[in-house]
């Protein structure tokens, strides 16, 4: 069993800064992939961003550039570092873990675990 919890989110000017966390409980941590997932209303829940557990990285051709995302296991951590925020990066963000110590899974179903969200709004 995993449990995460996300902080970080807030509000933010466009082309401004934000760092999410995701503290997950658990002595496997470094086994598993790590994804960072948003949804804005009346939209389908997309990757963001994901880490496998030996650091391969992948990302949503909509944040290449200008999200990272980054694990420190030592602290049982993963992080999201935004920048350049635009409008349409508003959502809620969610924390993911599942499977995958080589490859980062794509979908939603691919994980089994899920912090409860936080919200990011960029005004413009």
């Known amino acids: 069993q995993v449990q995460l919890v996300e902080s970080g989110g807030g509000l933010v000017q466009a082309a401004g800064s934000l760092r999410l966390s995701c503290a997950a409980s658990g002595r496997t941590f470094s086994l598993y992939s790590m994804g960072w997932f948003r949804q804005a209303p009346g939209k389908q829940r997309e990757l963001v961003a994901g880490i496998s557990g030996v650091g391969n990285t992948k990302y949503a051709d909509s944040v290449k550039g200008r999200f990272t995302i980054s694990r420190d296991n030592a602290e049982n951590t993963v992080y999201l570092q935004m920048n350049s925020l635009k409008p349409e990066d508003t959502a809620v963000y969610y924390c993911?873990?599942?499977?995958?110590?080589?490859?980062?899974?794509?979908?939603?179903?691919?994980?089994?675990?899920w912090g409860q969200g936080t919200q990011v709004t960029v005004s413009s």
């Open positions: 993911a873990a599942g499977a995958g110590t080589f490859g980062v899974p794509n979908q939603s179903y691919e994980y089994s675990y």
